[in-house]
């Protein structure tokens, strides 16, 4: 089969099972000139909160080219606070407008009594935080109307209280809500490496049928004199371990819309693109592996 | 065992407050203790909120420098925290807590020229809207016209400071090149700052009469009032002239009429 642009098979609707790319506007110019070889984009949500200006004409004009993904990053959905309706009125506008073909939010809260962190801040995994958090997606769906996915987040520190473990409890907020999981390899990396579990087991552990994106992105090491921790702060190529980790999540899940987040000391566009494609190129060696 | 409630309420005593109370105790000790944990939260949001404010306020950062910057954003932070989740709404008390920010205070144009760069923002971000429907203007009888009422275009500010704050801006861009001495008695100055149909985003020094007009304007005043006012401000004013000016280039957008 020729390589053919994503959108003359699928459309401009929906997500191909292949790689794309975070946008942020530092690559506007970029991606509107070159038009980059890559199956879709994902923006967060919040960027284009604005009643107008730049940012949303741009993604008007990508959204013309390219499948599109919104990605949440302050709605808070563990919060015990109030859901921000003004956030998720935002947020539905943005969906109205711009159909995307998958909108996601994170397992984490971010605000109490009105004071925001900014951060996705880790749960206790109870059982009170698994209502809670359930509740809260089936009340984010009600008013979107729609599905979205939930993504597992990096976390530098584990609650005394938790007594689920992390993908036993994401495996059933997806069940209690019908929401699908946003599988971010490089954060159970993270978290596997910060914590002690076994990345390959959290894998094993997710249903194939919730998992309709992946992320990818690169971490840095802080070291102390009592230990290291990995700190997720997108500002780093995958790594070769992560890139392992992916090629097992392929192998089990097979291919799904995989994303290179990058988000501090952002580079030129190629090396993002270049990244992507890589992990096409993972995609296509497990086809051919399990063709042979 | 905490409550989700108190534990998400202890949580933030704990990293915003530096509260001392125990919640380390919540953390599993593994290798890490649980203070070195939660010191990593209180460092990311640190540094998230400190790259905000740096990418709204550019300017400021190069008037202070990096260190002087940081420290200031650490107060800043600690003094209004972030009221949103999304992080575009944060910093715009900055000018303000400017002000009565003492290690700074012999800069005395930081509080005006931070609230230039916030207005930079909110015009990147505001509404597009359609030019004046000028047909429709000129269907309005002349006995009518000093009843009109002109609606600023929502990318359009006005702002003043009497310090020269726009050369500060400009010599403090990144891309400028030349002269960047900056005379501090060179007297204050009135600005509108517009964005334009290509996204570009002017500061436009306007003469007394002119900005008279348009604040009164946009305070509300009908034409016949906003205009007296401008006459006064500066007697020698082309009402014709910049009223005409500001119509075309879409600083006001919209009209109604509506008599005293």
Known sequence: ?292 | MLRLRELQQDFAAAVLDGAQNGFEGQIQAVGLSGARRLQIYRNNRLLNLTASLRATYPVICRLVGDGFFDYAAAQYIAAYPSRSGDLEEFGGDFARFLETFTPAAALVYLPDVAQLEWIYRQIFYAADHPPLDLAALAQVPAEQQGDLHFQRCPAARLLQSPFPILRIWQVNQEDYVGDAAVDLTAGGIKLLALRRDNFEIEFQPLAAGEFSLLSALNEGCAFAVACERALTAQPDVDLSACFSRHVLQGALVSFYLQSA
Not at chain 1, 23 to 52: C, I, M
Not at chain 1, 182 to 189: A, E, S
């Open chain 1, 1 to 292: 089969m020729t390589a053919r642009p994503a959108l003359a098979v699928l459309g401009p609707g929906l997500i191909p099972a292949r790689a794309g790319i975070g946008l942020r506007a530092d690559h506007y110019d970029a991606v509107l000139e070159t038009q980059p070889p890559v199956g879709w984009l994902e923006v967060h949500s919040e960027n284009y909160f604005g009643a107008g200006g730049k940012p949303l004409k741009v993604l008007e004009r990508v959204r013309a080219d390219y499948p599109l993904s919104l990605h949440g990053v302050g709605l808070s959905v563990g919060s015990i606070d109030p859901l921000d309706q003004r956030h998720l009125t935002a947020l539905k506008n943005l969906i109205r407008r711009f159909e995307p073909a998958l909108v996601s939010e994170h397992l984490s809260w971010g605000s109490v009594d009105g004071r925001h962190f900014n951060d996705l801040l880790p749960l206790p995994y109870t059982e009170e935080a698994l209502d809670h958090f359930s509740e809260r997606v089936i009340a984010v769906q009600d008013v979107l109307g729609r599905q979205i996915l939930i993504e597992n987040p990096s976390s530098y520190l584990q609650y005394v209280a938790s007594v689920i473990p992390e993908w036993e409890f994401l495996v059933e907020v997806a069940g209690r809500t019908g929401c699908g999981v946003l599988l971010d390899v490089n954060n159970i990396y993270v978290s596997a490496r910060n914590h002690g579990f076994d990345a390959s087991a959290y894998l094993q552990a997710i249903p194939l049928a919730l998992v309709q994106e992946i992320h990818l992105a690169g971490f840095v090491v802080n070291r102390f004199d009592d230990g290291e921790i990995l700190i997720d702060t997108h500002s780093q190529p995958v790594c070769p371990a992560v890139w392992a980790l992916y090629r097992q999540a392929v192998q089990r899940f097979g291919p799904v819309p995989t994303l290179i987040e990058w988000d501090t000391d952002l580079p030129a566009l190629a090396v993002l693109v270049a990244e992507a494609q890589q992990a096409d190129a993972i995609v296509l060696e497990e086809r051919h592996a399990e063709a042979a």
